[in-house]
């Protein structure tokens, strides 16, 4: 049996997360042409909420690339809505969001405010 490339392993993890977006109501939610190369914003697209980047691990443990972190804000344009969002997986398929804690409260303060029926 032949192994997944890294080429392979990428796409599974973006056509992950665009299946998560289409299952939140963004139907038209997918893998970014050229993923994120080729004028697309990240590795998805048809969502306007983030701007994503994807990467694969091939151990366990992960840690955050601050260059990456760093590429990755500067893509969002001014002026936009949307939040960078850094989506890592390990080689056990286990997946986290990274964002900015600040974004993280302001998206909990309005889950909550909505929760509580004060929106």
């Known amino acids: 049996m032949k192994d997944k490339s890294n080429c392979e392993f990428g796409m599974e993890l973006e056509h992950y997360?665009?299946?998560?977006?289409?299952?939140?109501?963004?139907?038209?939610?997918?893998?970014?042409?050229?993923?994120?190369?080729?004028g697309s914003l990240g590795d998805s697209s048809g969502q306007n909420l983030f701007v994503v980047e994807c990467k694969n691990k091939n151990t366990e443990s992960i840690t955050v690339d601050a260059k990456v972190w760093a590429k990755l804000k500067s893509e969002v344009p001014l002026h936009s809505q949307?939040?960078?969002?850094?989506?890592?997986?390990?080689?056990?398929?286990?997946?986290?969001?990274?964002?900015?804690?600040?974004?993280f409260f302001t998206i909990l303060k309005g889950y909550l405010e909505n929760l509580n029926g004060r929106v």
């Not at 289409?22 to 080729?38: F, T």
């Not at 949307?82 to 600040?102: C, F």
Request: charged share 25%.
């Open 17 to 38: 997360i665009a299946q998560k977006f289409v299952e939140l109501g963004y139907p038209y939610a997918r893998r970014s042409n050229g993923s994120g190369n080729k």
């Open 82 to 103: 949307r939040l960078p969002l850094y989506v890592l997986r390990n080689k056990s398929k286990q997946t986290w969001a990274v964002m900015d804690v600040d974004d």
